[in-house]
């Protein structure tokens, strides 16, 4: 089930991501930039894929209302 706190609690990588990525663009170094993309990467298709569940959810549960 995903929950307000479960956005919230998926915010925290993105944050950790982006504060990598500037890091990274201050070294320079291509594998840090790497690193840090990949991090992102995953970060965002997390908080995507609950928001998805999230919303199929809703939409399930209305359309049980509406029969």
């Known amino acids: ?3 307000a706190e479960d956005l919230i609690r998926l915010t925290k990588p993105i944050t ?3 504060a ?3 890091a990274a663009g201050n070294s ?3 594998e840090d930039i790497i690193i840090c993309a990949n991090m992102g990467r995953k970060a965002i298709f997390d908080l995507l894929a ?3 569940v999230r ?3 809703k939409k399930h549960i209305l359309k049980r209302l509406k029969i």
Request: charged share 30%; glycine share 6%.
């Open 55 to 57: 919303m199929c959810k």
């Open 1 to 3: 089930k995903a929950t």
């Open 50 to 52: 609950t928001c998805r």
């Open 20 to 22: 990598k990525a500037v």
């Open 28 to 30: 320079g170094r291509q």
């Open 16 to 18: 950790t991501a982006t």
